[in-house]
Structure formats: C-alpha cells, structure tokens
C-alpha cells in the first residue's frame, strides 16, 4: 500500500539548534516528494520538492532534504532553527504522472523553544 | 497571498442545513482538489478535478458534492453532515506537467 510516515508527532528544539524531520515512504516506483508546512490555521505552503538529479534540494526559509531511495527516506532539515519555524511540517508524495493524487503524511508539530 | 482562496473561512452549521465552500484560484492552473484535514490523521484527498472534469472521487460520502463550473472555481457543497465531518477542508490546484499543488488557507467546518 502507499502511504507515507512521519514518525515523530512532536519536536521541540531551541531557537538556533539545528532540525532534521524524518519522512519515510512506501510506493510503487520513485515519486515525487514534497515537504509542506503549516502555521495554525492557515493551509500548506510547499517548502521545497524533489523530481530528479541531485538528492540534496533546497527550499525556501533555509531548509533543504536529502532524498535517500535506498532508504525510501526524504529528511527535511535546517541547520539553525529560528522561532517563527514553529509549526506542522508535511511530507507528502504525488506520482510521476497523471493526475497527482497526493499522499500525505500525518505531521510533525514543531515546537522551538526561546 | 498563495493564489488559491478559500471562503467562508469558518463555517458553523447544523446537521439539517445546506451550505457550500467555494475555491477560487487565479494561477492559471487546470487541476483542482478538495481535501480534509483532522485531528491527528494524514490530509484525505476527496475530489480531484481535471480540465473541469472530475477525475477522482476517493469514496467520498454523497453528502458532500463537489462542482467546478470552470477551472479557476470549484465548490464544494454540504447537506445533512454529520458531527464527524466537522475538520479543515482545504482546496488544491496544480498545473498539469507540474506536480506541486498549492493550497488555500482552508475553512473550519464545524457542524453542530
């Protein structure tokens, strides 16, 4: 079956340490891979993607992720965590044709401490 | 601004009552979907929509309706939910050749 894991509901780590969110995934072939967050009450906002060629993909406000396809693995991470980085962070899968039907997994809450 | 708005951005309503979320997105974009969002389980994708045309309904209770009249618009019409329906429903859309979806801010549904 196709899913996707995050096996960490809650992080909480200090402003300024560094972060790495976990994303394991189950599929048929090598999907596409994203990493979404979202703040209280507002929708998704897509951190960065990953379709092919290089397996280290940057994205906005200074995470990156490292696809791992022997690991089926794509780890969100940011060297230096600021304060505003609290909130739910996303990983979601979309095949690599045809309507993207997205599978997402169930979020991790960060929590950054001051 | 993400493009994709979503209204009523709340939204409390009874068991008996007929009310609709509208989606609008001016991206340009030609697919459009509706998700749910609870507590403590992954986001569920109701009802993709393709050039207008629905492509996808994940069994989805006849109790929620979906309507796009044109690619920049889709709704999402409700009648005699249930207190399990109330969650975050959120509104997609993507261009096709280009998988990432872009969200709206979504509205809380809460039926009472």
């Known amino acids: 079956a196709q899913s996707v894991t995050q096996p960490d509901i809650h992080i909480t780590v200090s402003e300024g340490a560094s972060l790495e969110l976990r994303c394991n995934y189950s599929?048929?072939?090598?999907?596409?891979l994203f990493w979404y967050v979202q703040s209280p009450g507002q929708g998704l906002q897509l951190l960065l993607k990953?379709?092919?060629?290089?397996?280290l993909v940057q994205g906005i406000k200074g995470f990156e992720a490292e696809f791992k396809r022997s690991q089926s693995s794509f780890n969100l991470r940011k060297p230096s965590v600021h304060w505003s980085d609290a909130a739910e962070y996303f990983c979601?899968?979309?095949?690599?044709?045809?309507?993207?039907?997205?599978?997402f997994g169930t979020g991790t809450r960060l929590k950054v401490l001051a | 601004e993400t493009g994709v708005t979503q209204t009523p951005r709340h939204l409390v309503m009874g068991m008996t009552n007929k009310k609709s979320l509208k989606c609008e997105q001016h991206?340009?974009?030609?697919?459009m979907y509706w998700y749910k969002q609870s507590a403590k389980k992954p986001l569920e994708l109701m009802f993709v929509?393709?050039?207008?045309?629905?492509?996808e309904n994940n069994s989805v209770p006849s109790r929620f309706s979906p309507e796009c009249p044109n690619s920049s618009h889709l709704f999402l019409h409700l009648h005699t939910l249930q207190p399990e329906d109330s969650a975050l429903y959120l509104c997609?859309?993507?261009?096709?050749?280009?998988?990432?979806?872009?969200f709206g801010q979504g509205t809380r549904l809460t039926v009472v």
């Open positions: 929509y393709n050039f207008k045309e629905q492509t």
């Open positions: 990953y379709f092919s060629g290089d397996t």
């Open positions: 997609a859309s993507s261009q096709e050749g280009r998988a990432e979806a872009f």
């Open positions: 979601a899968v979309a095949p690599l044709s045809g309507t993207y039907k997205y599978i």
């Open positions: 599929y048929g072939a090598t999907p596409y």
């Open positions: 991206l340009g974009h030609n697919a």
